[in-house]
């Protein structure tokens, strides 16, 4: 099966832990997205990248850090400096060119404990 | 399953009836716009897409209006199934990097 996989699905953080979401896709995309979303809001997109060691923050990157190691793979570090970190997290993914349409994970909820 | 219709705009239809969900895009140089539902618990699913060159694009039960002199898009599904119960959210996006902005949303809740 093609897809995106995120794990886990739920995820807890203690208070000054930093945790990591992964994030896999066989699609053969290169770009790929972290997105934030809270109750009643859109999607924010966190961290996205194009290509394999390259990324870029998107409108809320603080507290967060990722790296793009594969072109597979694009896991996104909640920090202990994200005070608010509770949110469902989508990862996504692109064929590289303009205007593509994203393929979505089925997230992974965040709570602190 | 995840509270992700929390104090959005809700749009209730009954089985059978069409639906129409709206969307008002604030950047007038968006040039490409996608539609996307999200059942509760999972990631948004791609429906359908409209490039601004298009005024209507049609896909299966469902439609894509774009009006760029107002900046509005909207959704019509029609023959509404309890499917169709989900958010639903639209996308725009402008020029090179695919940066995509999504609004907040619309609950549409099917009445059997």
């Known amino acids: 099966d093609g897809g995106i996989t995120q794990s886990p699905k739920y995820l807890f953080r203690k208070e000054g832990q930093n945790v990591t979401l992964s994030c896999e896709q066989n699609?053969?995309?290169?770009?790929m997205y972290w997105y934030r979303q809270d109750p009643g809001q859109g999607l924010r997109l966190i961290y996205y990248?194009?290509?394999?060691?390259?990324?870029q923050k998107g409108d809320i990157a603080e507290g967060y850090s990722v790296s793009r190691e594969k072109k597979e793979s694009f896991p996104l570090t909640v920090t202990s400096a994200q005070k608010n970190p509770t949110a469902f997290y989508l990862c996504?993914?692109?064929?590289?060119?303009?205007?593509?349409?994203?393929?979505f994970g089925a997230g992974t909820r965040l709570s602190v404990l | 399953g995840e509270s992700v219709g929390l104090h959005l705009p809700t749009l209730s239809v009954q089985e059978g009836d069409n639906s129409i969900i709206n969307c008002a895009y604030s950047?007038?140089?968006?040039?490409?716009f996608i539609w996307y539902k999200q059942e509760s618990g999972k990631g948004p699913q791609f429906i359908i897409d409209?490039?601004?060159?298009?005024d209507k694009r049609q896909g299966q039960r469902v439609t894509v209006l774009l009006n760029k002199t107002v900046k509005h898009l909207s959704l019509q599904i029609a023959a509404t199934q309890p499917g169709d119960s989900a958010v639903y959210f639209c996308?725009?996006?402008?020029?090179?990097?695919?940066?995509?902005?999504f609004g907040t949303g619309t609950k549409l809740q099917v009445i059997p």
């Open positions: 996504a993914s692109s064929p590289t060119g303009y205007g593509n349409i994203q393929y």
């Open positions: 699609l053969n995309h290169d770009a």
């Open positions: 990248s194009q290509i394999v060691n390259d990324f």
């Open positions: 950047n007038s140089a968006s040039d490409y």
């Open positions: 409209i490039r601004s060159n298009m």
């Open positions: 996308a725009e996006s402008s020029g090179g990097y695919q940066k995509v902005t």
